[in-house]
């Protein structure tokens, strides 16, 4: 039935389903989302943000492409380490499991039990930022320290932090 509801109106917009002639998708979907919808200011403004950025777009020779591409993805890795942080600050049931097993890896890390896990590849450890292996249990130890100190004040600047909506609403 919705293959057919699609098909029928082709003709009408000449080809198209979605969207109709010079209409972009972003007012497409606006126009199709209730008036009533909760979160229609969010989307107004995500579709409002994108037509500023698009509006302000300049074309890139190849050899522009590769830098800023690197520099793209650079980015988007911290933005999957910041994810990361967050989700494992947040989630409640992550927080009880780690607090539930701690006994278990304090007494593998008594006597060295975590480092000779590393050694024979038992247990494998990444470090998120360098994306490399860690040899032993004390660097292990170092960057549970470092986050445990820091994922408070990480889920505290998430949650401070302001959008282009915040600024509009106030």
Sequence with gaps: IFYRTLESRKPGLEG?????????QADAFLRRLKADDLHRPVYEEYVAE???R???RKELSEAEVMPKLLDVEGKYRKECIDFDTLVMSMNEEVSSE???KAPEYEALMADDGLTH?????SIVAIDAETRQGLANQQQL???MTDFEAGKDKFTENVNNTKTG??????
């Design 117 to 121: 896990m590393m050694a024979d590849g």
């Design 54 to 56: 698009w509006a302000n």
């Design 141 to 143: 130890f170092s960057r």
């Design 16 to 24: 198209r389903w979605f969207q109709v002639k010079g209409e972009s």
């Design 98 to 100: 780690v607090k539930e």
């Design 50 to 52: 994108l037509k500023e």
């Design 165 to 170: 909506l915040d600024s509009k609403r106030h």
